[in-house]
Each structure stands twice: as C-alpha cells, then as structure tokens.
C-alpha cells in the first residue's frame, strides 16, 4: 500500500504534487489546507483524511477536526497540525504513526517505536527548503516514508 501525505498546502497545490500521488490509496493532509480546492483535486485521487490548521478558517474549520485517527492496512495513524498539541503518549495508544505539519520543516524519525513524519509545506517551505510533501510504502507492519522535494 501507498500513501501520499502533504501539509501546509495554503490554497497551493503543483501538478508535481498530483504526479507524485497518482497510484496512492490514501491521502493524508496534515492541515493549513488554504481552500476545498485542493482537497477536491486530491480526493480525485483518493480518500483523504483531513485535519484543519491554525490558518483554516471558516468551512474548512467546521468541516475538518483538528486531529485524527485512521487505521489503514492494520496500522493507526495519528494526524494532528501543530505538533506541541499533541496531547497523548502515541506509543502507550498504539499509534504506529504520527503525522504532522505546521513547522513548513519536512520530519522523519522513529521515537519510541512510534514513525513521527511531517512532509513539510507543499506550497510556502521555509529556511531556503524546497516545497516538498512524502509518501509512505506499507509492507505488513514496516512503514517506509520518503520526502519528496517539488
């Protein structure tokens, strides 16, 4: 299984970004999305989860929570915007993995046995980074992410 995961897209979203998800069978948006625009064009692709961000206003805002849970594939997965709320201990949950946005700063690494990964921002990057968003591949219980500079 293949999963794309995109953040901070801000109303943005590059056709590298849909040719990079093409074949995906989720999307997750780690929030900041910007407009339903782009969700739209993502759920052309496939299901996404979705939370909303600290710039998400108005029907983005009643329509997204601020954080969810999926399982996928027999893995939860733990989707929040701003990672300093994280309000649970992922591992003693059984979360296997942790996605999150907000720092525009692309974030991979294992805690815990618990996979913490933000893509970074698809559309507004900081610190002279390049705009970049990841994918995941799933084999059993092993979850292999890769950023993905645009």
Request: charged share 20%; glycine share 10%; proline share 8%.
């Amino acid at each position: 299984m293949k999963i794309g995961i995109i953040s901070d897209t801000h109303g943005r979203l590059s056709g590298k970004v849909l040719e990079l998800f093409s074949g995906v069978e989720a999307i997750f948006h780690a929030g900041d999305i910007g407009s339903p625009k782009v969700i739209d064009a993502l759920e052309e692709l496939a299901p996404v989860y979705a939370v909303r961000g600290n710039m998400d206003y108005g029907p983005l805002a009643t329509r997204f929570p601020r954080k969810e849970f999926v399982e996928l594939d027999d893995l939860f997965f733990h989707i929040i915007h701003e990672p300093h709320l994280l309000d649970i201990d992922p591992a003693a949950a059984g979360i296997d993995c942790v996605i999150f946005g907000h720092t525009h700063e692309p974030y991979c690494k294992e805690k815990d046995g618990v996979l913490f990964i933000n893509p970074g921002s698809a559309s507004l990057p900081r610190y002279g980074q390049s705009p970049s968003v990841a994918c995941c591949t799933i084999d059993g219980k092993i979850i292999t992410p890769k950023i993905y500079p645009l």
